[in-house]
């Protein structure tokens, strides 16, 4: 198969697009990721680790940032896609302000779980793995925190909240919007 | 930071280190052992010792009183929990108010303060000392015997208890092989839910050929409802490094990886500080304590992947790929990581190796019954009285667990099943309650030891939503590289979404059979072969309430919306007109303070009334 035939076959899917016509890299960016790949030795083996870290860094996975790891590495895109679509922890998405998981785990599902996913959906209008709207918060609906006697847990930014009801949980994230608003308030105050 | 010499450079050195933390005399000294696990902290612990430390402080006694944050004491129903010594007093659901007291009263006056001490359910008795309380009175604790006493950030702690011994004693005057044999004696058998024999797998890996030969800790807990690695992990990380460095040894490897679950920050920082410390001081890299024994460990977080748990998935994970697992007609101890001969245990099987060693492995083959020896840990949870992490010997009743240490069912409702063995564990019912808990007996009833999670179900759980849930989570979690966990799954799903729903239809039960049959027989690794177990122990013991839900439309446990309907009580119904205004659907009449109906025609079962209802005269019939 030539070049040019390859090339016209099939269509990639809308989700891959941004990632084979990203940007040039701020050099910031790039350099970050020169030390992500020193740090592990450019073994291949640790891609996970160093996707991790990255993560970790930039808040997820940008279409540019791992084609230029890609290419650092000298591996195909396609294998970064392939590890960052497999596991879940991975985002290719920004990140909300605040992080919050809810426990999906048996014990919490038995005490009534899916309730409380119903009603963060609803009232945030978030999917579970997105983001709201407004980027207060992502959610992600995770398979247990190994915390079953405080079930239903809920994890907001680290923090385990034990015995949460659909109203409680609710009332927590409108907390999260509150906070954000009066510290922006504040901030607006001092520059004032 | 270490007390230590830099590095100890031979075995002397070790000793003679140990010996000087062991002669500190510890009787009499005051301290506060707080519990760090996740369940103290979320209620706070944290805060706690804080506080602690200022009260220290503000009394001028620095050096002479200690507040030491260990891990999970196991009880997490009862969190936070504070122990005081000299005396053991075990005080639970303390709150930061209850510190000052506990300070002047407990750790300056030596006396218990009442009424944050367990109270005996049955006698009412106020217990002072943690080996009282039934909950742990019925446990025996070898895995578990040094979380929540020391302090899981400290090597001297954990050396000062008696760690690292086992790994001089191998060092000094075990050959590999005779350190094989000594497990093989004990009887050991892989604690992540295979149960295949630990010395078998050494002695493969031992005698496989290839080089490098890499031994790898599985603290990948995926499985929903069990935090028994968790707790491990976080509570002595070195009893897992000491078991990996008696293996290495045994096996003949040079390289270690644990694979720590992503959802487990504190236990990959615990693992990391311990790595570190063992570095240190010589307990981990080239020529270990003088040596030609030489061994690391490097730490690989877990991408949330629950197939990961699975050996070859997991190593395809480690080598930077998506976690496949691969057709195991060659044995990962032959060629597993990179090719290699590659030994894998969960990190349970390995804190088991340094007591063997240790106390010998017929010690340890004292515990337990014929075929599984020793201990097991589990997390009990659920429905239950008493939530929380256990180790109980191997052979102990369902019935013992559940009523003796989990303190029977919460809210005096009925049980109805316990699940073992995570998602593709199955769920026994009443009728077994007396069966022994061990790897052949769990099998037999349909279900399996698994890595250890043991739930609860009441009444009110309905069995055919329970089997729906876990086959939702096995096909989410499905890699898809095989065809009958990929399409199998999503068609069992199908099915008993549609029973759940109403929709059930005669035949059902039996396609669900077939399909599990194809599953278990065709499936590439053991979570596909296993997958269909929650499906089938329902059937095989709830068999009633999949004919109620298909046949007759009705959800016994009144769990399956649509399956039941809402009533009013008109006897305990007050007349408040809450639920009159609440019900989205303008489905319930009545004037106040007179008894309210609800119109079934128009009622959509949502359940708002029933939510509402003030003094729960709403019923589900």
Redesign the interface.
């Known amino acids: 198969m030539t070049q040019t035939q390859s090339s016209n076959t099939m269509p990639l899917p809308a989700a891959l697009t941004s990632y084979v016509s990203g940007n040039e890299l701020m050099s910031q960016d790039s350099q970050f990721i020169e030390q992500i790949v020193d740090r592990y030795d450019r073994d ?6 160093m996707m ?1 870290d990255l993560q970790a860094e930039c808040g997820y996975l940008s279409p540019d940032s791992l084609q230029a790891l890609a290419k650092r590495l000298n591996v195909p895109l396609t294998r970064l896609y ?2 960052a679509t ?5 985002r290719l998405a920004p990140k909300g302000a605040h992080e919050v998981s809810l426990c ?4 919490c ?2 005490k009534g779980s899916a309730n409380i996913t119903q009603a963060i959906c609803k009232e945030f209008k978030v999917a579970p793995g997105g983001t709201t709207p407004d980027r207060l918060f992502s959610f992600t609906a ?10 239903p ?1 809920m994890v907001v930014d ?5 015995g949460v009801t659909p109203g409680s949980a609710l009332e927590i994230l409108h907390g999260l919007g509150s906070a954000a608003q009066a510290a922006q308030a504040e901030a607006k105050e001092t520059a004032e | 930071m270490i007390d230590a010499p830099a590095k100890l450079a031979s075995i002397a050195d070790f000793e003679g280190f140990a010996r000087s933390l062991r002669s500190q005399d510890r009787t009499g000294t005051r301290s506060v052992r707080l519990c760090m696990g ?2 103290c ?3 706070g612990a944290a805060r706690l010792y804080e506080l602690f430390e200022e009260a220290i402080k503000q009394s001028g006694q620095a050096g002479a009183i200690e507040v030491k944050p260990v891990g999970c004491h196991g009880l ?2 009862r ?1 936070p929990i504070v122990v005081v010594e000299p005396a053991g007093i075990f005080y639970q659901q303390v709150e930061e108010p209850d510190v000052a007291e506990i300070f002047r009263e407990t750790v300056l006056g030596g006396r218990a303060v009442p009424r944050l001490l367990y109270q005996d359910p049955e006698t009412g008795k106020k217990l002072e000392a943690a080996e009282e309380i039934p909950f742990y009175k019925v446990q025996q604790r070898i895995v578990l015997s040094q979380n929540g006493r020391i302090d899981p950030t400290k090597i001297t702690d954990y050396i000062a208890e008696g760690g690292y011994s086992a790994l001089v004693k191998v060092l000094t005057s075990m050959t590999p092989e005779e350190v094989i044999a000594e497990v093989e004696v004990a009887g050991l058998r892989g604690r992540g839910g295979g149960g295949f024999p630990t010395a078998r797998k050494w002695r493969s890996c031992r005698q496989a050929e290839g080089a490098p030969k890499y031994v790898i800790g599985n603290g990948d ?7 028994m690695d ?1 707790s491990l992990m976080e509570g002595n990380p070195h009893s897992v490094i000491e078991g990996m460095l008696i293996g290495a040894y045994a096996i003949g490897s040079e390289k270690g990886y644990i694979y720590v ?5 504190l236990a990959v920082t615990y693992l990391r500080t311990a790595i570190s410390q063992a570095r240190e001081i010589g307990l981990l890299g080239e020529n270990i304590l003088g040596t030609s024994f030489s061994f690391d460990i490097q730490i ?7 197939v990961c748990g699975e050996s070859t998935a997991l190593m395809a ?7 496949e697992p691969r057709a195991k007609y060659v044995h990962t101890v032959e060629s597993g990581l ?1 090719s290699k001969p590659t030994n894998l245990n969960n990190v349970e099987t390995w804190a088991n190796v340094p007591p063997i060693i240790n106390r010998g492995g017929k010690w340890f083959a004292g515990i337990g019954t014929e075929k599984s020896r020793g201990t097991k840990v589990f ?1 009990l ?3 239950i009285a008493n ?2 992490l256990i180790e109980v010997p191997m052979g102990i009743t369902l019935r013992r667990i559940i009523y003796e240490i989990g303190g029977s069912m919460r809210d005096g409702k009925r049980f109805k099943a316990v ?1 073992t063995g995570g ?1 593709s564990g199955g769920c026994i019912p009443a009728e077994h309650l007396d069966a022994r808990v061990d790897f052949e007996e769990l099998t037999k009833l349909g279900s399996m030891m698994g890595s250890g ?1 043991m ?1 609860v ?1 009441d009444e009110d ?1 309905c069995m055919v939503n ?1 089997a729906r ?2 086959t939702d ?1 096995l096909l989410n ?1 499905s ?1 898809g590289k095989c065809t009958p966990c990929r399409e199998g799954l999503a068609q069992m799903r199908h099915i008993l979404q549609g029973i759940t729903k109403g929709d059930g239809q005669a035949g059902d039960i039996e396609k669900l059979n077939d399909l599990a049959e194809i599953l278990s027989g065709t499936a590439l690794c053991a979570l596909g072969t296993t997958a269909a177990n929650p499906v089938l122990s329902t059937i095989r013991y709830f068999r009633d309430e999949y004919d109620a839900h298909i046949l007759d439309r009705r959800c016994p446990a009144k769990e399956c919306r649509g399956l039941f309907i809402y009533q009013i009580d008109a006897e305990a119904c007050k007349g408040c007109g809450i639920c009159l205004k609440n019900c989205p659907v303008e489905a319930i009449t009545g004037e106040r303070k007179a008894p309210h109906v609800i119109d079934q025609q128009k009622c959509t079962r949502c359940g708002t009334c029933w939510e509402k209802c003030p003094f729960t005269a709403v019923l589900k019939v």
């Open positions: 291949v083996g640790m891609l996970i680790p991790q392939a590890v497999f596991y879940t922890s991975f999906m785990g048996t014990v599902y038995l995770v398979n247990c925190v190994g915390a079953c006697a405080l079930a847990v680290g923090r385990y909240h034990d | 996740t369940g902290q979320a209620k997490c129903q969190s807990e995926g499985d929903p409802g069990a935090y968790r679950r992503n959802e487990y920050p690989n977080r877990g991408g949330g992947a629950f994970s480690l080598e930077g790929r998506p976690g990179w997390s949870v659920g429905k939530s929380g699940q998602p999670g739930i179900m759980t329970v849930y876990f989570f979690e890699c």
